[in-house]
């Protein structure tokens, strides 16, 4: 193996970064090329690419985003678009492909693999929706960037006894809802993965009115099937109190990578070098506990991610 390509795909994900420089400078330190495809798998349509060696990778591990830009690719999800990056590969002579990205990127890198490309995928999202991995690359950022929020948020719910719902990211999934309730110290979590008890949570607000504590924080995943204006005439009508309502949007995207996802990252990046010197054909990394895993790419994206249901019950146990 001689020539490593790398592209970023999907939502970006603080961290991207630091899993470029790792690929980047593994490889360049066993003696292989790599080459940047710029926009995600548009780039390999339209061959737009950067080089990347020891210095273009400088500085760039403390930075969110992705230096190689990302995109949602549509054009790649037909046919011809996948025949001109198979074209381009060829072009250039990549032997490998490293695709950093969710799981919208997972499956285009199957379409690569089954055309008898290797690829290995290294999960970058702040979602942490893959089933497969313990934690995705940026999930920790995102989840320190809403806990950053949501105590700046309680220090004025308190000030004004309010109810306040906060909107956070995590499509299908509620590992940033559940991750950040706890450790942000919310009162009340409304997860994707769970029936909707808005019955309960009207409980949890008056539990609260009867201790003397007239603020309540919900956090409120966005996969959740009741929208934020419902939910506050729900809260208004039971409790008589307008709630306010905070989404936090795209700030959870960015952002410098914490320590923990730079780890990741690193390791990450330096594992898929690895596994394209061994030849071991395409493969998903992922982390289980302490130790990084390889498992067949086809077969990751099926994974389903299951709530981590202890850590909502010592949520509720503690709030
Ligand atoms: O996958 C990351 C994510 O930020 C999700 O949490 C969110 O639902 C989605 O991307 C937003 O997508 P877009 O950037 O296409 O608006």
């Given amino acids: 193996m001689r020539r490593i390509g790398v592209l970023t795909s999907g939502g970006d994900a603080p961290g991207m970064n630091a899993a470029i420089r790792a690929v980047t400078r593994t ?37 969110g985003g992705t230096i190689l830009k990302t995109a949602r690719s549509e054009r790649f999800k037909t046919a011809e678009g996948v ?12 032997d490998a492909l490293v695709v950093i990205g969710g799981d919208g990127s997972f ?25 497969y991995t313990d934690y995705t690359i940026g999930f920790d ?24 719902i906060i909107e ?21 979590i409304m997860l994707p993965e769970m029936e909707m008890d808005l019955e309960g949570l009207y409980e949890k607000i008056n539990a609260g009115i009867e201790r003397h504590k007239h603020h309540c924080l919900i956090i409120k995943a966005e996969g959740v099937p009741i929208s934020n204006a419902e939910l506050a005439a729900y809260i208004e009508e039971k409790t ?10 795209f700030l959870q995207r960015g952002g410098s990578p914490s320590a923990r996802d730079r780890l990741l990252a690193s390791k990450m990046g330096s594992y898929a070098v690895e596994l394209i010197e061994q030849e071991t054909g395409s493969r998903a990394i ?16 099926d994974i389903k991610r299951e709530a981590d249901l202890e850590l909502l019950h010592l949520m509720y146990s503690l709030s």
């Fill in 168 to 188: 956070v990211m995590g499509r299908h999934c509620g590992d940033i809802a559940l991750y950040s309730g706890l450790t942000g110290g919310a009162e009340y």
């Fill in 240 to 249: 008589g109190q307008t709630p306010r309502e905070v989404v936090l949007g």
């Fill in 107 to 131: 499956r285009g890198a199957k379409e690569l693999s089954r055309r008898g490309i290797m690829v290995i995928g290294i999960p970058g999202t702040i979602d942490n929706d893959m089933g």
């Fill in 141 to 164: 950022t995102a989840v320190n960037t809403v806990i950053d929020a949501i105590g700046k948020i309680k220090d004025t719910a308190i000030a004004h006894n309010k109810i306040t």
């Fill in 286 to 301: 992922g982390i289980s506990g302490r130790e990084l895993t390889a498992m067949d790419l086809d077969e990751v994206t």
């Fill in 83 to 94: 025949e001109q990056a198979v074209q381009t590969l060829d072009f250039f002579g990549v």
């Fill in 27 to 63: 490889a360049i330190r066993k003696g292989m090329e790599v080459i940047g495809f710029v926009g995600g798998y548009d780039g390999l349509i339209d061959r737009d690419t950067m080089v990347l060696d020891i210095r273009t990778v400088g500085g760039i591990l403390q930075h």
